[in-house]
């Protein structure tokens, strides 16, 4: 993490838009149940579920002819579909909205649309019912915001330009007239939409295939805000939207937009596919809502329905998994806003409305302490969420504090605690703190192994204490000189020498939540896992292959995992890394992760998705 601050306090709170005196409201006041919401649920349901094959893209990629993927309407039962019981679901997983896919770029229309020449599940499947409106029905009652997906391009309609990969059906530019058509048909379907459901958020889809005035935007706009003035709309109707919808990738850097939201998968589908079991653990996708809400954002967590309407038992368990940890931790969820820079405290944080609490969110366990540093406000209590049980702390210095939990403090998947200030928020502008050796090898009543997480904290920095010494990269016979050493401490040092030798500056926050350091050939990425990790832990924009990982001093060698790489996209996925609990360092465990070549990472801000084709 960045760690080593001499500019001006008005600069640094310009480039990271943190302001720590004013109140953070949404952009404007229809986004603000959006801004406060932080999770819902992505419905994708459709015809695709059948043979469990790629929604649309199957006949648009030629992987199967569009008669043979249409033919899927035949088996499209909805037999056992149950609106409420979805619904209960998404309530217990403390989602507080959910988008609902009403068309895909199939064409299909769950909905009894009256547009003609339009496909249905009234008319065309095996369900013969409209499976959108006692859905939408319920969840009203239910109290959550209603959100409909639709699809721009109807990759069915005859009127449409395209077709599949290689086939067009015209071109658009010499046949405006057929054009006009489709623009007609599909601005028909969004009225029927906006009508009969009047939707809280409508959520596009496709819209690379043309341009905003192509598709009509403007008209589109003005034609949902007849019906509702504060519908919100998401980024893919060419810069007409609300909010950025990074998809699948869960960003580096926060995106620009005031508010923002992740739609992400469970496994690496969004429709349901039998096969497709690589699904992430309740874990996981806890600490990728708190990744979320940290940067000020929303998660969109995607199920896909199987074609009797059934939910796969995999997807529910996420969503109860979730949401035990949700009703927990409500407090520290929903209306919250992003938090302080990831320097004072090896964990996520969000502050409240009014910045007089920080919430921090740690997915380890310590007996070591949590150092919390740099808050230059007074704080009036601090306590565990969900138990109210209150956090012994060490004031080390005038903004400097060791929290230490007992081992029931912590939650099994991601611990909150709550820091109550005595008004907003105010940070020092310059936490670093150099050590010496003395300082490092401290006696333990100094408290020596703290002073480990502070030499990490300076090897990030590019501060290496070992850089002058004889230090050696194997270990051996080192001896640093100092009286009344920690004998912990400098056991440690010998183990993991070959992290302390000749190393450099870490890579810069939001890629790896702790602190790092590389090889004098930026070929090795050395990161340190405090305590115990409740899952694994994960690296962000890695573009480099990884050769092998390993621990560092011991020599065992870890597997790794990666997460949501699409083959269409640029942006890394998510790389993850299960540390076994009995070979982690008491004190401080290095991981070596050494590459294919230097390290190279993707560091873009990360807006709508353009195009996935």
């Known amino acids: 993490m960045m760690r080593y601050f001499k500019l001006a306090i008005t600069f640094f709170l310009l480039a990271t838009g943190l302001d720590l005196s004013a109140q953070q409201t949404a952009s404007n006041q229809k986004m603000q149940w959006f801004a406060d919401a932080k999770l819902g649920i992505f419905i994708h349901w459709g015809i695709y579920s059948v043979n469990g094959i790629s929604e649309s893209w199957a006949f648009y990629n ?7 993927y249409m033919k899927q309407l035949d088996g499209f039962t909805a037999k056992k579909y149950d609106p409420q019981e979805w ?65 721009l391009p109807d990759w069915s ?55 905003g005035e192509e598709w009509q935007a403007k008209n589109i706009l003005e034609n949902l805000r007849k019906v509702n003035p504060n519908v919100i709309i998401n980024s893919r109707l060419n810069g007409h939207g609300d909010y950025d919808t990074p998809e699948q990738g869960v960003p580096v850097l926060k995106p620009a937009s005031p508010e923002w939201e992740l739609c992400y998968t469970m496994n690496d589908s969004w429709g349901y ?41 995999e997807q529910i368990k ?16 929903y209306g919250t806003q992003a938090g302080i820079p990831g320097r004072h405290i090896n964990g996520k944080t969000t502050l409240s409305k ?20 740099g808050i230059k406000s007074k704080i009036n209590k601090i306590e565990v969420v969900g138990s109210k049980t209150q956090v012994y702390s060490t004031k080390l210095n005038q903004t400097a504090y060791l929290l230490n939990l007992k081992e029931a403090d912590f939650d099994s998947d991601v611990t909150v605690i709550k820091v109550s200030l005595n008004g907003p928020i105010q940070l020092v502008e310059d936490i670093q703190e150099t050590l010496s050796l003395p300082d490092l090898y401290a006696a333990p009543q100094q408290r020596g192994l703290i002073n480990l997480t502070k030499l990490a904290v300076n090897l990030n920095d590019g501060i290496n204490v070992f850089q002058n010494t004889s230090l050696p990269a194997d270990g051996l016979n080192f001896n640093p000189g100092i009286k009344n050493a920690d004998q912990k401490v400098g056991n440690w040092v010998i183990k993991n020498a070959e ?115």
């Not at 030629?62 to 043979?68: A, K, L, M």
């Open 157 to 211: 309609y005859i009127d449409y330009d395209g077709f599949t990969r290689d086939r067009k059906r015209y071109d658009y530019k010499q046949n405006t007239a057929r054009f006009k058509k489709f623009q007609n048909y599909f601005q028909g379907q969004l009225n029927e939409l906006s009508k009969q459901y009047n939707p809280d958020l409508v959520w596009f889809d496709g819209d690379w295939e043309h341009s």
């Open 354 to 373: 009014n910045k007089d609490v920080l919430y921090v969110y740690l997915d380890y366990k310590t007996k070591n302490g949590i150092l919390l540093s």
């Open 273 to 313: 596919q039998p096969y497709d079991n690589h699904y992430k653990s309740p874990n996981m996708i806890i600490r990728t809502l708190v990744d979320c809400i940290s940067m000020g954002g929303n998660l969109l967590l995607d199920i896909g329905p199987k074609a009797d309407g059934t939910i796969a038992p």
């Open 62 to 68: 030629n992987y199967i002819n569009h008669d043979h």
């Open 499 to 613: 992290a302390l030798y000749k190393t450099g500056k870490g890579i810069p926050g939001g890629h790896y939540q702790g602190n790092t350091t590389l090889s004098a050939d930026k070929q090795t990425l050395y990161l340190f896992v405090e305590g115990t990790p409740t899952g694994p832990i994960a690296i962000k924009g890695l573009k480099n292959n990884i050769s092998r990982i390993r621990i560092v001093g011991e020599g065992t060698m870890l597997p790794h995992e990666i997460y949501n790489k699409l083959y269409w996209s640029k942006i890394p996925g998510i790389v993850y890394i299960p540390v076994p609990k009995e070979k982690l360092d008491p004190e401080l465990t290095v991981i070596a992760v050494l590459l294919d070549s230097p390290i190279d990472l993707y560091r873009e801000k990360v807006g709508a998705i353009e195009s996935n084709l």
């Open 87 to 151: 619904i209960n679901l998404i309530k217990e997983s403390g989602a507080k909205y959910a988008v609902i896919t009403t068309k895909h770029h199939d064409g299909v229309a769950l909905w009894d649309s009256k547009m003609p020449n339009a496909t249905t599940t009234v008319k065309h499947s095996a369900a013969k019912k409209d499976l959108i409106t006692p859905f939408v029905t319920n969840l009203k009652k239910s109290g959550l915001k209603t959100g409909l997906y639709f699809s």
């Open 318 to 333: 996420i969503l109860k998994g979730l949401g035990r940890w949700t009703q927990k931790h409500a407090e520290a969820i």
